[in-house]
């Protein structure tokens, strides 16, 4: 097995200099276009907005800018907002092209001690004794899937998503010493990019559609996510596989199109059009490198004898070219591309992109058909030729379609567990059954379930008509039936059951399924689609072993789950936090994580864990590596998916350099991770954990669910009903009409008070529960030894509380109505961060938030000096539109605002 690495030396590192002269470029260069689009005046406002917020006051307080903004017209209020916010996403763009040179460096610093790619990773555990065939058996059993996932929240436009690439590419070519001719060139096509961008419109003026999410999100795996993953792949394969070749230990899964909990946008017509979109991307690709070995493989027969296999592929070639008679690799490819463009005809309606002309040959029915005749070519150029022969591109053509199949990414379908059981009732009902379902207990419920299970005979009927809800839900099942046709079982990812509680919650998709053909029925009943239960509270999460366990009692189960069986669970970071509070939410995570490993591993299967992470921390956000890293040990099991989301794969995945890190070292972790052996906590420790969740719950509870003011309190001090009004994701924000907030979806929750600068999700309760829990300093810090989860968790608590800005938040305050309500509750948030502060402080013995940090700290000051105004100007905005001005472009301005902030602060959702 070589384990070949490149350590050579990285040269200077880089210093927050890089970041400040980047930012300061491109802000130089938009006041430059503004003042040569729309004159000095204009140029000189956005400056003085941009100073005046930046201003500090002796209090320490935030600056009043409403001398400034009073007076301001909503059409000037419309060009500030546009100004402000794209001064936030150049800044962005300045420190990510810093922080891509910083990340490369950091990834090839001798020393390191933290394995970053999984070439890194292999070459820590053979040091550790770790013998080649334990290896592959390790990759054989991994199983790493980023889910990509839309974002209710998601503000930007494709057409911007465009500008910022192409004004990252030529910052990225500055970072190399240039003759000054080159440079100002470099400059002058930098200006004309930002002059484009600042006549771009930010905002759009429809609400985004489902196609629009897809189209966004293929964008970026067309330019970056795939081409990262073949590298990948190609680089694995030379440096750690064994005969060149590697498991398909890294695939991509999507939500795009399947995700329909809550959103009437999603349906039958969504999945196939995601499905046909990633379809052609991934055709498109297989179909250019076919090419590129047909220019190469023109080796003939006179000199080289060649496979009984591969003269019988090439004699299926149509009309053959009497100049290729003697080359049958060329043959063998030219059958393999046209059975391709066939493919992408039946899929997706168009032949593929290099097709110059039709074909009349069969498609494949299955990638692992395709996979075959390129295994096929493989094996003739070996046993003729040599292992050298072959090739890198070959092998990795071959890995790319094993883990891509014709779908490229895996599409989960996911459902509210109430809508399966208003799909059903009214199923048993129409069937003339005599059952009300909705009228059963759960051991009833699940009486009958097994029993609908224990037979092939459905309960729909196409002679009976049923309602628009039951209709839609049959529809998309019978869509993705016809999907699992075309494309094979791998282009669904999972069933995922939102709220899920019960048993019942389990076999109800599995009885509706059923009904398509995704499940057979008997007295072995098996399925094609993976059921995913998502436990999302932490009711739900302390719940969930229970839950597992008796749908592993069930006989049934196993011959569902198959031979090696393995069971998905997802857990959910988001309500739960909502339910619970940030620390409560995180230690139910974790716990219910062991607790599942556990059981799993008693009735012996396997588990899969889907961790259901947002970008910002109070819905689980963080670095993706680290978060496995400080997953329990025995969860983790070479098997993990994560969602990837809206505004967070633009920044994780939005360049190939960036999506190639993040990707590696997202799989060697996992890889780390599995490898690690499991230990007890003491006792003492594990106790106090309980204790500091228990009183955090308690803590975030008295405040967000027992004040009666708090749901006001939230309404005003918040954007959030404006948020609701925006066109910011296809989702709708809440999941009925109501205000209340068990009803809100978590992520606009979050979003809200991101904007409004509180950060309340990501800290609020873990003072209070270390006061009630009595907890000393030192027990904290015994904690942060004990539980590597704890340690995460402070890290990114105390990030969460460096990006708060509690003078901003208290301007927020002051837009409610009820004063003196507004007033005790804030200052009970305030006391609350005050507190969390000292504590985390004390914890690692640090004087200042994010002090062991200095780049991320600079990085969060940098945030501010951009988006401090975009605030000043929402709240005077605010202020004005719900004092009744409904005026249309001060609507349009606050969108502005919300776009900027979010922008600048990344994970607001």
């Not at 037979?455 to 039951?470: D, I, M």
Request: charged letters at 25%; aromatic letters at 6%; one cysteine or more.
């Amino acid at each position: 097995m070589p384990l070949s690495l490149d350590l050579s030396s990285p040269g200077d590192r880089p210093t927050s200099r890089h970041v400040r002269q980047n930012a300061n470029l491109l802000s130089d260069l938009l006041n430059e276009a503004i003042a040569y689009l729309d004159g000095e005046d204009a140029a000189k406002l956005v400056a003085t907005a941009r100073s005046a917020a930046s201003q500090e006051t002796p209090d320490g307080e935030a600056p009043r800018l409403d001398h400034l903004f009073a007076d301001l017209s909503s059409d000037k209020a419309i060009f500030l907002a546009r100004a402000l916010a794209s001064h936030s996403m150049l800044a962005n763009i300045g420190e990510d092209v810093a922080g891509r040179r910083r990340h490369a460096e950091a990834d090839a610093k001798p020393g390191d001690e933290r394995p970053r790619t999984l070439v890194d990773a292999v070459k820590a555990l053979v040091a550790e004794g770790k013998s080649p065939a334990e290896l592959t058996k390790a990759f054989a059993a991994m199983n790493v899937v980023p889910v990509l996932t839309a974002h209710p929240t998601e503000v930007r436009r494709r057409s911007m998503v465009d500008r910022e690439t192409e004004i990252s590419r030529l910052m990225a070519l500055r970072r190399h010493h240039l003759p000054p001719d080159l440079d100002a060139d470099i400059r002058e096509r930098l200006f004309r990019e930002i002059a484009l961008m600042w006549r771009t419109r930010l905002y759009r003026p429809e609400r985004i559609t489902v196609k629009d999410e897809i189209r966004n999100a293929l964008s970026i795996v067309r330019t970056s996510i795939l081409p990262a993953v073949i590298d990948l792949y190609a680089d694995w394969s030379q440096q750690i596989g064994q005969h060149g070749q590697m498991a398909p230990l890294l695939k991509m899964g999507s939500w795009l199109g399947g995700d329909r909990d809550g959103h009437p946008g999603v349906n039958g017509d969504t999945l196939k059009l995601a499905l046909a979109s990633q379809a052609r991307v991934i055709l498109d690709w297989y179909a250019g490198e076919v090419r590129k070995l047909w220019s190469n493989l023109a080796v003939s027969t006179a000199y080289t004898p060649v496979s009984e296999e591969l003269l019988a592929l090439a004699g299926q070639t149509r009309d053959p070219s009497v100049h290729r008679l003697d080359e049958p690799y060329r043959l063998a490819l030219e059958l393999i591309f046209d059975r391709l463009s066939a493919v992408s005809q039946k899929l997706t309606n168009q032949w593929v992109a290099f097709a110059t002309s039709r074909t009349d040959v069969e498609p494949y029915t299955h990638p692992d058909a395709f996979v075959a005749d390129l295994k096929i070519v493989i094996d003739s150029l070996e046993r003729n030729g040599g292992e050298r022969l072959v090739g890198s591109a070959l092998r990795t053509l071959v890995e790319v379609a094993q883990a891509c199949g014709f779908h490229l990414m895996s599409l989960d379908l996911r459902q509210n567990a109430d809508v399966h059981e208003r799909t059903l009732h009214e199923l048993f009902q129409r069937a003339g059954t005599g059952v009300k379902y909705l009228d059963l207990d759960e051991e009833a419920r699940s009486k009958l379930l097994i029993s609908e299970l224990s037979h092939q005979r459905p309960l729909v009927s196409p002679f009976t008509a049923y309602g628009e809800e039951t209709t839609r839900e049959l529809a998309t099942m019978e869509a993705a039936a016809q999907m699992v046709r075309d494309y094979g079982h791998g282009c669904i990812g999972a069933y995922v059951i939102s709220k899920s509680a019960t048993l019942s919650d389990i076999l109800e998709p599995l009885v509706l399924l059923k009904q398509v053909g995704l499940v057979w029925g008997g007295a072995a009943p098996r399925a094609s689609v993976k059921i995913s239960p998502l436990f999302e509270t932490i009711g739900d999460l302390e719940n969930g072993p229970r839950v597992l366990r008796q749908w592993l009692e069930l006989p049934l189960s196993r011959t569902i789950l198959g031979d090696r069986p393995v069971q998905e669970i997802m857990l959910g970071y988001s309500d739960s936090n909502k339910d619970g509070g940030y620390v409560a939410s995180r230690r139910g995570v974790a716990r219910g994580a062991s607790a599942l490993a556990f059981e799993a591993e008693r009735m012996g299967v396997g588990l899969q864990l889907f961790h259901g992470r947002g970008g910002s921390v109070g819905r689980g956000g963080g670095p993706a590596a680290e978060a496995v890293l400080a997953q329990p040990a025995g969860t983790v099991q070479g098997r993990i998916r994560m969602t990837e989301q809206g505004e967070m794969i633009a920044r994780r995945f939005g360049d190939q350099p960036t999506a190639r890190r993040n990707l590696d070292g997202l799989a060697a972790a996992v890889l780390m991770a599995s490898e690690r052996e499991a230990h007890r906590p003491d006792p003492k420790v594990e106790a106090a954990m309980t204790a500091l969740a228990e009183a955090s719950f308690h803590g975030f509870r008295a405040l967000v669910y027992d004040d009666p003011a708090f749901e006001d309190f939230f309404w005003s001090a918040t954007p959030i009903g404006e948020i609701v009004g925006l066109n910011i994701g296809s989702r709708p924000a809440s999941r009925t009409a109501s205000r209340k907030i068990e009803d809100l979806r978590a992520i606009p929750w979050v979003f809200s008070w991101s904007q409004a600068r509180f950060m309340l999700p990501g800290w609020y309760g873990f003072a209070s529960g270390v006061e009630r829990a009595g907890l000393s300093t030192g027990q904290l810090q015994d904690l942060a030894g004990g539980f590597d989860f704890f340690g995460a968790l402070l890290s990114n608590m105390e990030l969460a509380l460096a990006q708060s800005h509690m003078g901003i938040a208290a301007r927020y305050k002051d837009l409610s109505p009820n004063k003196a309500d507004a007033q005790r509750i804030f200052d009970a948030i305030q006391r609350e961060h005050d507190s969390a502060r000292q504590i985390a402080l004390a914890i690692r013995g640090g004087s200042a938030l994010l002090d062991n940090q200095p780049e991320l700290a600079e990085s969060v000051a940098l945030a501010g000096l951009s988006v401090d105004p975009l605030n000043h100007l929402q709240l005077e905005l605010l202020a004005r539109r719900r004092a009744g001005d409904q005026d249309e472009n001060g609507r349009l301005a606050i969108q502005l605002t919300v776009a900027g902030i979010a922008a600048g602060l990344r994970n607001t959702g």
